[in-house]
């Protein structure tokens, strides 16, 4: 008896020594982030931070951010605007129009679609969309070209987060607004919609922070000139391109300097996933005061 | 009326949908298969990966997932143990470590890939390589799979740990012999995703695998994996196209064999832990 | 608390007398059964509700009385696996008819449910979609019917003041007869109410039974209760609904008094009193 416990105490301290290491390593990225980016983050002032626009020229010591958060920001509420309402209507389909097995073979091409590697995603989209943007709109690799690439990657989640949200509105108001003899449009859009809004934005905010952190697939599309966009066919270069096409070469404060925009986007998402749990665990039910 | 205009959109947006997936899909497999042969699969590339093959490629893109999978298997599912069985359960470290998890989580896996050059390649030496690879994307899994192991851990009937115990079990024979073969689907699933993501992902791996195409000789050494080699022959070497579809289709039916392979072995090794019990 | 019941009791005997002296079917059940995922609930039920008659259904939970319901107004509908078999004749005509415009019979035949289940929109946004629906496009007009209905159920001086404030601030009791206004919006002919005072507190549900009590007359009522003093106190006609190997069974229908005083079926005499309640 004694040994039995006397185990399980050292297993127990074993597991929880694991544990702690997961905070260790937590520790050590944020850590590692700050240590590497000190160098650019300790000469940092308002009046010329990198929001001001003094331009990307790193081997001359400009680090202006501006131009790629813009971009970023830009991308990334394109294909929200592209996938929310396109995510939506394939949530209803799936709940109210498909039949048992057209849903489930649909829900199995959703998670193939959210399981195709970005990185073919955008070799795809290099090799298919930006040809055809460019007969269009040269040059092609453009703000546009993200935005479609980007709202493909994130359809598949909001389409399926949605879905389960609309799944789970309680059925008694499914049922009272059938009784009403109100038609399924009608039911759609002004009662189960707005009944299932809390779920639906949390899995809109987790869609844009994995927009907002994604590399690859905008990386090999977006065509990478930093400036700020004048209109959807102007290339431009997203903060996470910018770290990947830089670091190999980057040396000094311009390494420091990706690294304090790593820290920047780390710091957004995470803003974004707060923001996602919050709205998503407020749910509003009918009888809470029956 | 309103109602037919509605509808016709709705089933229009889900055709599009569908309609863009089969395009991406019937784009990758057809110039894919065009590519691809025993010869593309063993040799190695040539003129930057134009012609020749993709053995190094493959090499070390499986070594970088067995480095990632052998470290964060283990710790993740000793973590999520601790968490759903061992954690006192109201207090705030573990509500901490939770918090800790899903934090980790969020990171974009370029930041990863930034924090892996920083740490594994430059703080500790390893350099470019295979290890830094793998260490760096077993940071990366480790959260989801965690917390996807957990949720399943949590699932088990209550009775059945009522019941070891009151046979006398001792707590870490009763989690090695009843609640992991029960959790069994959550860690599966767990499993299938980290494989997914950790085969799938290129931009953490750019800074600390690296690019160089040749045969790895140790796990030291510097390897290009999959989806590297697809990002570059796509971008850097002009005419590469078609060994990058070639590639493509590769990383994607090499993604459904690890998970067919994942399923059969999950399932074999519960089976034995079952039977035994 | 008796002295005050006793008055409404003895009037609402004279009303029935007064209503329902030549009794006219609406609703015609011959021989319905309903099945959901081929799991036989309720069979060969037949039965007559008497228009602006108050008709309660009585049972055990699960014996098929809320599946009959939604037989009636088509509500199975909403159940991919329901399947039903026998007639319904409302109006003469057959309510499972491919013709039939399910949505214009849904108006004409409403459904209150056993929880409270207001949208979660505006109060007023509650009783106007319904009107806008189905076609009362005049502003004025849906005010007017909007006051009328919340007077009706006694709710109009209560919320007059917030009728734009969210329908699920109300409390339980005002929330069930908010919805009943919105079933009486729409001037349907027939009501049909599962259990609507079950999730109430007995101050909620008394005030919520006088008001279905004021409904005879303008409105055919069809109303399950578990209640059976309830029954007695509001109805006309009564039938008792029993699970008879698994399925329920429609046992005994008749006049409420001589069903609660004579009951002519052994089974029906036992529920009421008590033995098997």
């Not at chain 2, 959790?183 to 600390?208: C, H, K, N, Y």
């Not at chain 3, 908010?178 to 609507?196: G, W």
Request: glycine share 8%.
């Amino acid at each position: 008896m004694s040994y039995c416990s006397r185990n399980d105490r050292r297993w127990h301290r074993i597991l929880t020594l694991l544990a702690a290491s997961l905070a260790v390593l937590l520790a050590f990225i944020l850590l590692f982030l700050l240590y590497e980016s000190w160098p650019f983050l300790s000469r940092l002032r308002f009046e010329d931070g990198p929001f001001q626009n003094p331009g990307w020229y790193p081997l001359e010591g400009r680090f202006g951010f501006a131009p790629m958060i813009f971009a970023s920001i830009a991308v990334t509420l394109g294909s929200i605007l592209l996938a929310l309402p396109l995510g939506l209507a394939n949530a209803v389909f799936l709940e109210f129009y498909a039949s048992p097995i057209i849903a489930r073979g649909f829900r199995l091409l959703l998670n193939l679609l959210a399981g195709v590697p970005s990185v073919i995603l955008g070799l795809w989209g290099l090799t298919r969309l930006v040809p055809m943007i460019t007969q269009w709109q040269p040059p092609g690799a453009s703000l546009l070209a993200a935005i479609l690439v980007l709202t493909l990657m994130i359809l598949p989640t909001i389409a399926l987060t949605s879905a389960s949200a609309l799944a789970s509105v309680p059925f008694d108001l499914r049922a009272g607004a059938a009784a009403l003899g109100l038609r399924l449009n009608t039911r759609i859009l002004y009662i189960m919609l707005p009944a299932a809004r809390p779920g639906i934005a949390a899995g809109v905010l987790l869609a844009t922070a994995r927009a907002i952190g994604e590399t690859m697939a905008v990386l090999m599309v977006a065509g990478n000139v930093v400036q700020i966009p004048s209109s959807l066919f102007d290339p431009v270069r997203v903060l996470t391109a910018n770290m990947a096409l830089e670091m190999g070469y980057a040396v000094g404060e311009h390494r420091a300097s990706l690294f304090a925009s790593g820290l920047l986007l780390t710091m957004v998402v995470w803003g974004l996933s707060w923001v996602a749990y919050r709205v998503g665990s407020t749910t509003r039910r009918p009888h809470t005061n029956g | 009326m309103a109602e037919r205009v509605f509808t016709s959109v709705i089933i229009a947006c889900a055709a599009l949908v569908v309609g863009a997936l089969f395009w991406v899909l019937s784009d990758v497999v057809s110039k894919g298969f065009a590519h691809i042969s025993w010869a593309f699969l063993f040799s190695e590339p040539l003129d930057a990966g134009r012609s020749g093959g993709i053995a190094p490629i493959l090499v070390a893109t499986l070594w970088v997932l067995v480095i990632a999978l052998v470290v964060a298997l283990p710790l993740g599912l000793a973590v999520a143990v601790w968490l759903s069985e061992f954690a006192p359960k109201h207090l705030r470290s573990t509500n901490y470590t939770r918090i800790t998890l899903d934090i980790l989580a969020g990171i974009p896996s370029i930041v990863y890939g930034l924090f892996g050059n920083a740490f594994f390649t430059l703080y500790l030496g390893l350099g470019y390589s295979l290890l830094s690879g793998g260490l760096t994307l077993a940071c990366m899994i480790l959260p989801v799979f965690v917390r996807t192991c957990e949720s399943g851990l949590r699932l088990v009937d209550d009775d059945w740990r009522r019941g070891a115990l009151a046979l006398g079990m001792s707590r870490p024979s009763a989690v090695w012999h009843i609640l992991l073969p029960a959790a069994q689907p959550a860690i599966l699933a767990g499993l299938v995703l980290g494989i997914g993501r950790a085969t799938a992902e290129t931009a953490a791996l750019l800074f600390t695998s690296g690019y160089v195409d040749r045969m790895p000789e140790s796990l030291l050494d510097s390897g290009r994996v999959l989806s590297v080699h697809i990002y570059d022959l796509s971008m850097n070497v002009t005419g590469g196209d078609d060994a990058a579809y070639g590639s493509a289709l590769v990383l994607i039916i090499l993604i459904i064999l690890l998970n067919a392979l994942a399923q059969c072995s999950a399932d074999s090794w519960f089976k034995r832990r079952l039977n035994k019990a | 608390m008796s002295n005050q019941n006793l008055p409404t009791y003895t009037l609402s005997e004279m009303k029935q007398e007064a209503v329902c002296c030549t009794p006219t079917p609406i609703l015609q059940v011959r021989d319905l059964a309903v099945r959901y995922s081929n799991k036989a609930v309720l069979s060969n039920v037949s039965l007559d509700i008497y228009q602006g008659c108050i008709t309660a259904l009585i049972g055990p939970s699960g014996c098929g009385k809320t599946s009959f319901l939604s037989t009636l107004n088509r509500l199975t509908d909403l159940h991919p696996t329901a399947e039903v078999s026998g007639h319904i004749l409302f109006d003469g005509q057959s309510v499972f008819d491919d013709t039939v415009d399910v949505l214009a019979l849904r108006r004409r035949i409403g459904m209150i449910f056993q929880r409270p289940n207001p949208f979660p929109l505006s109060i007023r946004r509650n009783l106007e979609l319904p009107l806008k629906e189905h076609g009362v496009r005049d502003r004025y007009t849906r005010q007017r019917k909007i006051k009328q209905a919340l007077e009706d159920v006694g709710l109009w001086q209560e919320v007059y003041d917030r009728l734009d404030g969210s329908a699920l601030s109300l409390s339980g009791g005002q929330q069930q007869r908010l919805c009943i206004a919105r079933a009486l919006v729409l001037e349907p002919e027939i009501l049909l109410m599962d259990e609507p005072c079950s999730a109430l507190d007995p101050i909620a549900s008394n005030v919520v039974e006088k008001l279905i009590m004021g409904l005879r007359g303008r409105y055919t009522v069809v109303i399950v209760t578990h209640n059976l003093a309830q029954a007695r106190r509001v109805a006309n006609y009564a039938g008792f609904f029993w699970l008879n190997e698994r399925v329920g069974k429609l046992i005994e229908f008749g006049h409420c008094r001589q069903l609660f005083e004579a009951p002519t079926d052994a089974l029906t005499a036992a529920y009421i009193s008590g033995v098997q309640g």
